[in-house]
């Protein structure tokens, strides 16, 4: 997960890991994409506004660096603004959630999308 709020993000954690999730969290662009690169997590939770590097700029580094999504992503995002739902599916993202966002809906998309891929 590479979300800057360490509120929601370790709340959220909390919840996922009790599902039987293994869940990291990283708190910066940058930071996240070290960890996408030692992980090799099944799914990124992506917040688009973290400090460092942007979420736009972590799926860019992404697909330049592997091309395709090489694993699912959930954006989470304060911006519901339609064209912004496209731009990240332009990039390949599962799901793009529009905060202040439930931990059950977060819950259920990484489920569905963990299904589904």
């Known amino acids: 997960?590479?979300?800057?709020?360490?509120?929601?993000?370790?709340?959220?954690?909390?919840?996922?890991?009790?599902?039987?999730y293994h869940v990291v969290i990283a708190?910066?662009?940058m930071e996240g994409l070290g960890a996408i690169e030692?992980?090799?997590p099944d799914l990124v939770v992506l917040d688009l506004g973290l400090?460092?590097?942007?979420?736009m700029k972590v799926l860019q580094s992404i697909k330049e660096s592997y091309g395709d999504l090489p694993m699912p992503v959930i954006v989470l995002t304060g911006n519901s603004d339609s064209r912004m739902k496209v731009r990240v599916k332009g990039f390949g993202v599962e799901q793009m959630l529009c905060k202040p966002v439930r931990q059950k809906e977060v819950?259920?998309?990484?489920?569905?999308?963990?299904?589904?891929?």
């Open 27 to 29: 708190q910066d662009g």
């Open 1 to 20: 997960m590479i979300e800057d709020n360490t509120d929601l993000s370790e709340s959220l954690a909390i919840r996922l890991r009790g599902e039987g």
């Open 38 to 40: 030692e992980i090799d």
């Open 51 to 55: 400090p460092r590097l942007s979420g």
């Open 107 to 117: 819950a259920e998309a990484i489920r569905e999308t963990l299904e589904n891929s």
